[in-house]
């Protein structure tokens, strides 16, 4: 639900989550996605995390309508931020009606009278969590939420085909307001972050000691710091959130638009880089106090996660920092995917059986078991969809030379199976009804490729850390599976 939790206000009981799992692997293997492979740690950390995220599906008779729990699972409800980082885990994992109720329902519910907020948490009875909020005046909300929504629903899109995520009347609308209204009512434009004030749409009169005034519009995730005017992660969340508006514009034939947009993205990350850098520390400050000071506390991981940060060294050192200290486990369960995707594989690794690990305080929390299982597909495999080509990719990431394989795999209205027999020949199947464009990756400077003996066009390109990749592109019609290897 949240990065950092005030235990005068949460509490978490484990014991009563817990109750009688089975995490046994033929009950992961019952059903749906399936994932094998030479690692049996690694195998092992899928059947348990498949098993526990699966165990918070909501009830069919719920009325909110089909969900899944993202937040303190005592409260039976789905948080923003959480529901944002657990999307893709839970599409991997068949929860695809659940992913389109509950994005609706957050999309649908911003208003005026809210300064387009939407609610922060909603429960399985269709309400507002009493646990954060009272009234549109008075309510619980972290600002970088709508536009963690607005990635998450493109990120959605991408990986499903589904054109209701950019197109419904709700998500357009959503859009529209986030990207405007919310920036001007918030007072979030790039030249504002360091001297916009502490509370824009305080409820009047403003009681310091409530809650529920002080932290309607939290400038950040992290919610521990006193005094706060801005986080390092919310010009992360703008940066994203308006790059990703302009994506949107341009699948939607809108070039000037969506040029304008990118522009706009492009001034807080400029910010970030030029005013956030601690070049003594050779860290980033991640909040500026309302007594004009940076400071450091959580908050590096969301300048990964929406991949605000260009300079190779800043990043490396981001990364060594974030792997020098633990997190709590809302904060850990990102990290898989962030250190697959930035190169750091067997850290990436390291998290997964961390976070699985029985010994680990709190694994229980949601956001764990769905962020092993997008680090495994995403980050491990390397599979990515993308809807604008109709294709997929796939890379191996690993340091051996193992293999893994992942089987009905649902993406694109359709189910693929992907194996890596080692780091230099995959496979897939294409078990749906359309024709996919496969874009099969190798990491290394290769100048053969081959699909069933048959030699294939080869190129290069380099991943964001600089590492040449090498890959060719073959349609796998339905029904057939195609092997490609290098050498």
Known sequence: ??????????????????????????????????????????????????????????????????????????????????????????????????????????????????????????????????EDYRNDREFWYNLPANFDVLCASWRLYLWTGDKYYINNPAFVHFQEKTVNDYINAWVLSADSMLNRPAHPNAPVPFNESDSFHRCRGLPSYSEGIANLKTGADLIAALYRGLLTYSAILAEKGKPKEAALYSLKAEKYRQQLEAHWWDEKDKLYYTYYSNDNRFGKDEGETFLLWFDALKDHSRVTQTLAHLSSKTWNVENTSYLPLIFYNKGSWNKARDYILYLSDESTARREYPEVSFGVIEGIV?????????????????????????????????????????????????????????????????????HQAYAGGKPLTIKQEKDSQGKVISFAEVMVKPGNQVKVSVK
């Open 1 to 130: 639900m949240r990065i950092i939790i005030s235990l005068a206000r949460r509490t978490f009981a484990p014991a009563v989550i817990l109750g009688t799992i089975s995490f046994s692997a033929a009950t992961a293997q019952d059903n749906g996605v399936t994932f094998s492979s030479s690692d049996k740690k690694v195998e092992q950390a899928f059947v348990w995390a498949k098993n526990m995220a699966l165990h918070y599906k909501g009830h069919v008779n719920d009325p909110v309508g089909p969900w899944y729990e993202s937040a303190l699972p005592p409260r039976d409800a789905f948080c923003m931020r959480d529901v944002s980082h657990q999307s893709i885990g839970a599409e991997i994992l068949g929860l695809k009606e659940q992913n389109r109720n509950m994005f609706t329902l957050f999309a649908s519910n911003i208003s005026a009278s809210k300064n387009w907020c939407s609610y922060w948490e909603i429960n399985k009875a269709g309400k507002p969590a009493p």
């Open 378 to 446: 995403q980050g491990l495999m390397g599979i990515a969809p993308d809807v604008r080509q109709h294709s997929i990719s796939t890379i191996f990431k690993t340091t051996d030379n193992g293999n893994a394989a992942i089987r009905n795999l649902p993406l694109l209205n359709t189910l693929v199976d992907v194996t890596h027999l080692d780091t230099r020949q995959s496979s897939l199947i294409n078990r749906g009804k359309q024709p996919l464009k496969w874009k099969a990756m190798f990491y290394g400077r290769y």
